[in-house]
């Protein structure tokens, strides 16, 4: 009998030992588990902030830009608008001296036909 108390208490520090390195093992796997889970999450937490930060500052620079054009197609459509204006302007006071000067001319030469 002492020899197979002895074979049975072997085999029980054996499956002590057995349970202790799937404890072990078990709690590897899960530490391995949850360091990937926690750096995929990161991961991807880092990737959306990114592609956030990316979207943010492309729709900035796209909105700026816009507003530049706008800007700068309102003062040249403001430019040609004066310069048009201008060019009216002028024609209108050359077109209106010409004829008081032919008025005058004509004035001037039937008074000198009169008298």
Do not use: V, W
Not at 38 to 57: A, F, K, T, V, Y
Request: net charge negative; with cysteine.
């Amino acid at each position: 009998m002492p020899l197979a108390f002895d074979g049975s208490l072997l085999l029980c520090s054996e499956l002590d030992e057995l349970d202790i390195q799937e404890d072990i093992q078990e709690g590897i796997q899960e530490g391995i588990q949850k360091d990937i889970q926690e750096d995929i999450q990161e991961d991807i937490q880092e990737n959306i902030q990114e592609d956030i930060q990316e979207g943010i500052q492309e729709t900035i620079q796209e909105d700026i830009l816009e507003d530049i054009q706008e800007g700068i197609q309102e003062n040249i459509q403001d430019d040609i608008q004066e310069d048009i204006q201008g060019d009216i302007r002028e024609d209108i006071q050359e077109d209106i001296l010409e004829a008081i000067q032919e008025d005058i001319q004509e004035n001037i030469h039937g008074n000198i036909q009169y008298i």
